[in-house]
């Protein structure tokens, strides 16, 4: 695998990872733009406007932008998180031309009025599906709770009422000044041929004037507050949801590796500790840990699903192991089996293009670096115990916000 | 497109069909055990799901901690589930690994511990799944409408009904698996990098000693086609429809599975235009075939707020309604791009390689090579299709909705 780079005078990056033994192109566009930078009175303006982005352009109506991706034979999407917005299509590399030809007019959309209108229709029967299904915002919730007034805290989605408010005019505006080429980087990884995607960027995104994007990652930093807690009774869920939220390493932090083996460690889907002693048993439907990584900070975020009646005690459960990780740490025999069962993980994903493009991507626009999957597996394999246990001092996992949804007014254990 | 593809029938019966993809890092296996819950007792319905469950607690010289640990040491991806007809085991792995997980899985299905005292977790484990139903209104609509349409036993859900499973004894357990898992009827599909003479030699060794036994037969059909309704008081009320189609060994499933591309693939179909982009009736909406060995049907759900529920019910009767009417060549054209770039796109992935080729030889009793499908699919023209939807117009049979109030739908004579 090959690493490219070339950037246009107008300050759009262009970015490839080419393997020639890919049978597929994939190619997006990555806005580093999301929820974290909105204000209050444009809140779910991100995601709303990728949505919009597909309603057509000066050159091609709605319709002709829906008929050319399937044209294409693209399998293609587009998804909005607290800090990128991106848009994707994986080819047949003959169809690369026509692809970053449609993606780049899509960069720069009509934005009617009518359409908003008929759009946000879409974006409420979203917002209404999320509320209805597991775990029923309570991951929406936990994460108000923990990050407080930051932006970090809000709904990607926005609610009901800043949608319905939200109007053209904003959403112009924002558009504006997020999607500007200094802003956004072109991405191809796969059978890619470097020189053709420079020349078609050029060709379709050259012309777009510059101006300085805008987002200040020191605004990320969390002020450490005293851990919450909630308990929202849900007259819908049968079953009792906790989301358990504490900080963790950044994206830019060297100690993130640290960070997803541990949280591998005590609770990734099978194996972990959380599993043998919640999930094997049958205690819980689900017990389950994750690291999340964003700008400025991170977080560890642990999942309980289990029956209403359970969740006090599986609660205590899920503290010991918390507890008992800082108590006892880790074993080297636990480190060297993430390691392999994160490393291969790595590798057999890479085989795919698509695959190696969020990655590829995601970790420029945060980053603003590139690395073969050689190096990240690398960086794994070198955490030390003492890494682990230098990180668990750094984060305690004891010190968590929580917040619950489900049929309880309360939960004992969290009085 | 190169493809090598090679195929071994072992004396017990076992297939073993592999593909190789040297250019790939990676292999992955794909086992399916003709023991699905089609074959569940009637009074034990969810038997076969919590015999996956145990099955996985223990085998061979290892305990299920030290089984998880192991594949884990190894680098293998794994997982397992139970349909109607398979229970299937599945792994990926750097294909250095390969013949340490075959040894394993061979463990697995041929000697599993079954150990009593861990049957009340596994049971519970297996509970929580039928639970966790209670909370997913849009998969309580499928698998009301797959028992609706389908009946028993071909239309149940695996994971069973609350009281059976936790009435299930050991007994019951290990009379399953003594006659349900076998050599006979299962498929052991492997895809990726690896050397077919090893290959085969390895699978002999591990699965070639594995019991034949005579394959059940499944209990009778209870179909209960018509409308139906389950009230909740959701903010979305969802609909499902079921039509019959065609199953995927039939000589005309291309022809249903390019109308049905017409109708829900892609951003262009006539279900997405229609209902999402210019009404903007709701965010999810679907269609796709779906496929035992006997019969084919075609499936559709939408979800949507109440309010616009009847409107949404309306229009996707109307566009089935216009689909029988006839396809257009333009539209079909990008169903085509869509399925090709998608077929070669598996090249790219050992796992998507071994679960379509298990596929495959379970429906066709062969592989079909790319080029093949991809000349089949080129070969499709509005024409045939229209006269397929002629001969065989897709009707509505079976509706299922759920939400806060029933909608009307007229069925007409089914």
Known sequence: ?415 | MEQTINVRTLDNGLILVAESMPWLESAAMSLHVPCGCVFDPVDRLGLANLTCEMVQRGCGAHSSRQFVERLESLGVDHSASVSAMHTTYMASMMSERLPDALGMYADLVRRPHLPEKQLDDARLVCLHEIRSIDDDFAQMTHQRLRLDHYGHPLGRNAAGVLDHVERATIDDVRAFFAGAYGATGAILAVAGRFDWESLAACVERHFGGWTPHALRRMGDERPCRGRRHLEHDTNQTHIAIACPGVPYNHADYFLARGAVGVLSDGVSSRFFLEIREHRALCYAVSAYCHSFLDRGSVLCYAGTTAERAQETLDVMLAELDGLNRGVRDEELARVKARIKSGLIMQQESSGARASSIAGDWYYWGRVRTLDELKSLIDGLTARDINAFLDRHPFRPVTIVTLGEKELEADLGVS
Not at chain 1, 20 to 25: G, I, L, Q, R, V
Not at chain 1, 130 to 143: R, V
Not at chain 1, 163 to 187: C, D, K, W
Not at chain 1, 258 to 263: K, P, V
Request: charged share 25%.
């Open chain 1, 1 to 415: 695998m090959e690493f490219l780079r070339h950037t246009l005078a107008n300050g759009l990056e262009v970015l490839a990872e080419r393997n020639e033994k890919a049978y597929s192109t994939a190619i997006g566009y990555f806005v580093k733009t999301g929820a974290r930078d909105e204000s209050l009175d444009v809140w779910g303006v991100s995601h709303f406007l990728e949505h919009m982005v597909f309603k057509g352009t000066l050159l091609r109506s709605a319709d002709d932008v829906n008929r050319e991706l399937d044209a294409i034979g693209s399998h293609s999407n587009a998804y909005t998180s607290e800090e990128q917005t991106v848009y994707h299509a994986v080819v047949l590399p003959e169809y690369v031309d026509r692809t970053v030809d449609l993606l780049s007019d899509l960069m720069r959309p009509a934005l009617r009025a009518e359409d908003l209108e008929t759009e946000k229709q879409v974006i409420l029967e979203e917002i209404a599906k999320y509320d209805d299904q597991p775990p029923f915002g309570a991951f929406e919730k936990a994460m108000a709770l923990h990050f407080e007034s930051h932006s970090l805290g809000r709904s990607v989605l926005g609610t009901r009422e800043s949608i319905i408010a939200l109007g053209v005019e904003p959403m112009r505006r924002f558009h504006a000044t997020q999607y500007s080429p200094r802003n956004m980087a072109l991405v191809a990884t796969g059978n890619v041929d470097f020189e053709q995607l420079v020349a078609l960027a050029e060709r379709h995104a050259g012309g777009w004037p510059a101006f300085e994007g805008r987002r200040d990652p020191t605004r990320a930093r969390r002020v450490p507050s005293e851990a919450r807690t909630r308990v929202v009774r849900h007259p819908l869920a049968s079953q009792q949801y906790v989301i358990l939220v504490s900080d963790g390493p950044a994206a830019d932090d060297a100690a993130r590796h640290a960070g997803r083996l541990l949280a591998t460690i005590l609770g990734d889907d099978t194996g972990s500790r959380m599993f043998w002693d919640l999930v094997d048993t049958g205690r819980a439907e689900c017990a389950a840990m994750g690291s999340h990584e964003f700008q400025g900070t991170g977080l560890f975020l642990s999942y309980l699903c289990c029956e209403s009646d359970d969740a006090s005690s599986n609660l205590d459960r899920m503290r010991t192991v918390f507890a008992d990780a800082h108590r006892r740490g880790v074993t080297l025999d636990e480190l060297d089996r993430v390691k392999s069962k994160i490393c291969s993980h790595i590798v057999l994903s890479s085989e795919r293009a698509a695959n190696r493009l969020f990655a590829v991507g995601g970790a420029w626009l945060t980053r603003n670096e590139y690395r073969t999957v050689r190096e990240v597996v690398d960086a794994y394999q070198r955490v030390t115990l003492d890494d682990i246990h230098a990180l668990l001092d750094q984060f305690p996992l004891t010190r968590h916000t929580v917040c619950a949804v489900g049929p309880l007014e309360r939960i004992p254990s969290l009085a």
